[in-house]
């Protein structure tokens, strides 16, 4: 039975407490409960289909919920991200997905609200006191099906073209679990295989492929029908399984559940990653003042 998850800590909850090469670290802030789950060897990344890295998973209330630019969230998000990337250089942030289906939208929509900084130089950026911000570029890769390009060909000629130092992609991404949509955010250090939770894979965006760090974000935002099916009825025998497969994929066609909210889900959720990844990038600015360049 294959259970589709992009989220690493529920990976290793399919595969058991006792899995090997694998080390979990809880920390609860009150409002966000951070997981570090470390995939330290190829043992380990085996266990649970996950490559070796670092997996911080942000558990909080759901992002339908009010959000505010200020609360305690953002600040914890914000102080992982900035944990993964190098202190100096050029970041490169890609929003994936396709904006005109909303599930799929979270990575065009929190790249919208990413401050980009890399055209603002010399006179200018002295002129506006802005001399002092580190080196940003933004762009949405759109999908396959837009553009006839994978979406790893486009980063890697865009990095080969400015060199940066790190590369951000945020992404939508499938959970095992209804109640982890939209309550939880993924940050790791191991890139990302686009489409891989709901099987369209991809090329992987990673070092290995950009050359460069490649630092993913994500919020779940639907469940595979079948992952769900399966886990609701998880005593049940293989010709069970068998019906259920025929059940939820009519015609072999593969069919994902998402939230009803989901519109609100996306645009919360773009706001916190977005502003999320600015302020890790540009410490010395302020909420206030990332509001006003970015709005």
Not at 81 to 110: M, Q, S, W, Y
Not at 156 to 169: F, K, M, N, T
Request: net charge negative; glycine share 10%; charged share 25%.
């Amino acid at each position: 039975m294959q259970i589709r998850t992009d989220l690493a800590l529920e990976a290793r909850e399919i595969a058991g407490e006792n899995t090997e090469g694998i080390e979990l670290d809880r920390k609860d802030y009150g409002e966000v409960v951070l997981s570090s789950l470390l995939v330290k060897n190829e043992k380990g990344a085996r266990s649970i289909g996950k490559d070796k890295g670092s997996y911080i998973t942000a558990e909080m209330k759901t992002l339908t919920d009010d959000f505010r630019d200020t609360d305690k969230r953002l600040s914890i998000i914000s102080e992982v991200i900035r944990g993964l990337l190098p202190e100096k250089g050029l970041v490169l942030v890609c929003g994936l997905g396709n904006e005109n289906i909303t599930p799929d939208a979270l990575g065009p929509k929190a790249a919208a609200g990413v401050l980009a900084t890399r055209h603002i130089r010399g006179e200018l950026a002295r002129s506006t006191g802005l001399d002092r911000l580190r080196s940003v570029a933004v762009m949405r890769a759109g999908v396959t099906g837009q553009t006839g390009i994978e979406t790893g060909e486009l980063i890697l000629s865009v990095a080969e073209r400015i060199r940066p130092a790190a590369v951000i992609v945020i992404d939508a991404l499938a959970s095992r679990r209804l109640e982890r949509l939209g309550c939880t955010v993924q940050i790791s250090d191991t890139g990302i295989s686009p489409g891989e939770g709901v099987g369209n894979h991809r090329a992987k965006i990673n070092r290995d492929t950009v050359g460069v760090p490649v630092i993913s974000i994500g919020i779940p935002t639907v469940v595979d029908a079948f992952t769900l099916a399966a886990d609701l009825l998880l005593d049940s025998d293989e010709n069970s399984i068998e019906l259920i497969k025929r059940s939820v994929y009519p015609d072999g066609r593969k069919m994902v559940v998402t939230p009803g909210e989901v519109d609100l889900l996306i645009e919360r959720g773009a706001r916190l990653v977005s502003m999320a990844v600015n302020l890790a990038l540009q410490p010395s600015l302020t909420v206030s003042d990332l509001i006003a360049l970015t709005h």
